[in-house]
Nanobody
Framework: GQVVESGGGWVEPGGSLRLSCEAS????????VGWYRQAPGNERELLAQ???????VYADSVEGRFIASRDNAKDTAYLQMNDLKPEDTGVYYC???????WGQGTQVTVSS
């Protein structure tokens, strides 16, 4: 199996996007999932985490704007991103903590 992200793209400031992270056949339902962002020239930073039973934790930079969720029946995690800002631009990755598997990343660009 592999971790596959989707849902990135271009959006104007104030807009919304929803990212998906599918991890079929990888013990998804017992694994916590992390969402990370890497902006050009910056290190990869942790934005949100969701436990196997849905408990979430957020970085201050996205608290109140981003919502992590999951559907264990679909082996998929989601990151709903609202009120996007230009500084949210970057490559977004999900990480399946069981086995430490990373997705390939999906580009998010916020600009007018």
């Amino acid at each position: 199996g592999q971790v596959v992200e989707s849902g990135g793209g271009w959006v104007e400031p104030g807009g919304s996007l929803r990212l998906s992270c599918e991890a079929s056949g990888m013990m998804f339902n017992i694994s916590a999932v992390g969402w990370y962002r890497q902006a050009p020239g910056n290190e990869r930073e942790l934005l949100a985490q969701i436990t196997s039973d849905g408990i979430t934790v957020y970085a201050d930079s996205v608290e109140g704007r981003f919502i992590a969720s999951r559907d264990n029946a679909k082996d998929t995690a989601y990151l709903q991103m609202n009120d996007l800002k230009p500084e949210d631009t970057g490559v977004y990755y999900c990480k399946l903590y069981f086995g430490m598997h990373w997705g390939q990343g999906t580009q998010v660009t916020v600009s007018s």
